[in-house]
């Protein structure tokens, strides 16, 4: 079981960064790839980024390339998303999530992962 907590969102202007930490507990942390989703309001949830058990591969949202980064620190547990040049389309809720069966990087977009955090809202104001 993992269990996953989101924290670092809020209401920033538009250009303006901001990073996300995903704090996890469980013992096989390291040995997931770890992904963050996004949920504007009234729309799907959809894909931002990912990266694997490592860290050593990463894979982005074309709307959020070159602007996020997502990276992992195995001995925090924890995974961020640096967020920079926010747009007001950045707006929504973000959700962190954990599987430790996607192996394959053309799978990491897919919402089937097995653990989801709460979310935390991001507003970026124009």
């Known amino acids: 079981q993992v269990q996953l907590v989101e924290s670092g969102g809020g209401l920033v202007q538009a250009g303006d960064s901001l990073r996300l930490s995903c704090a996890a507990s469980g013992r096989t942390f390291s040995m997931y790839t770890m992904g963050w989703f996004r949920q504007p309001p009234g729309l799907e949830r959809e894909f931002v980024a990912a990266i694997s058990w490592n860290g050593g591969t990463t894979v982005y949202a074309d709307t959020v390339k070159g602007r996020f980064t997502i990276s992992r620190e195995h001995a925090k547990n924890t995974v961020y998303l640096q967020m920079n040049i926010l747009k007001p389309e950045d707006t929504a809720v973000y959700y962190c999530?954990?599987?430790?069966?996607?192996?394959?990087?053309?799978?990491?977009?897919?919402?089937?992962?097995?653990?989801w955090g709460q979310g935390t809202q991001v507003t970026v104001s124009s």
């Open positions: 999530a954990a599987d430790p069966q996607k192996r394959y990087t053309n799978t990491w977009y897919r919402t089937d992962y097995d653990y």
